[in-house]
């Protein structure tokens, strides 16, 4: 299926490894143009290399508003224009009783999972208004709106990601930017990765069997009994960035293989 993207230009943060990846190869093969970032530029290189197309890739902190404006100008340097931003980059950061976080716990997260979403609108929106057409993507969670007890402030700055871009999905419509979330749950990523391997060692198990156990007793939804791959992400990702998406604005699209167990978003 065409998805009528071609040569169009998009910014994806979080390119190295993961969803970021997955969506950047995806992208790559409806011929985007792609502007990758990543703190580790280096892994982001050689991830790069393996990809068909024209990709650049740029080092930029993203808890910085003068590195996100950098890369906002990277990419209209390189390929003369911003189309689309999927933005990956997040953290799970820490993890415990909620009242047992320390401020800084709360900011850290706060900085990188939501803050960094709205630099990458104030940088990217100009270029995406002047031209009538753009796509914002941005990946919450599903703790977004199943939120699990010992994971406070990662729900937080997933919730509150959720509301923002639903927020901008009704204020830029008018200028032809379809703003929209993705929201994954337990993926196979490094993320998940490392989760599983700490639990196998509390366990003294192998990794598929922390897998097992934790899909039968904190994801009783994921009646599928598998975590869900990269690719299966990107492809929403592509839908929601493509000609083929434009009716689809301010939605929260979930793929997360039946882990909330509500009807709504």
Request: hydrophobic share 45%.
């Amino acid at each position: 299926m065409d998805l009528g993207i071609t040569n169009r230009v998009a910014i994806i943060t979080g390119a190295k490894g993961g969803l970021g990846l997955a969506a950047a190869r995806e992208l790559a093969n409806e011929g985007v143009k792609l502007v990758l970032s990543d703190m580790d530029i280096e892994q982001l290189e050689k991830d790069a290399a393996l990809i068909d197309g024209d990709v650049i890739c740029y080092k930029a902190d993203i808890t910085r508003q003068e590195d996100v404006d950098a890369l906002a100008q990277a990419a209209i340097e390189s390929f003369g224009t911003i189309d689309i931003v999927v933005h990956t980059a997040g953290i799970t950061g820490a993890k415990g009783h909620p009242l047992d976080m320390k401020d800084e716990d709360f900011a850290d997260t706060w900085q990188i999972n939501f803050m960094s979403a709205v630099r990458m609108a104030r940088a990217t929106f100009p270029t995406m208004r002047a031209k009538g057409w753009g796509r914002f993507v941005c990946i919450t969670s599903e703790n977004a709106v199943q939120p699990y007890w010992d994971e406070a402030v990662y729900n937080v700055s997933k919730a509150a990601l959720a509301t923002f871009v639903k927020n901008l999905a009704y204020g830029e419509a008018e200028n032809g930017i379809l703003c929209n979330t993705v929201s994954p749950a337990f993926i196979e990523s490094p993320m998940t990765d490392g989760m599983m391997e700490k639990r196998s060692k509390e366990n003294s198990c192998s990794l598929d069997e922390a897998v097992e156990s934790f899909l039968a007793e904190e994801r009783p939804g994921i009646k599928l009994k598998r975590r869900g791959q990269p690719e299966e992400v990107s492809a929403a990702i592509a839908l929601a960035v493509s000609e083929r998406g434009s009716f689809i604005s301010g939605a929260n699209i979930r793929v997360d293989g039946g882990a909330v167990m509500s009807v709504q978003n």
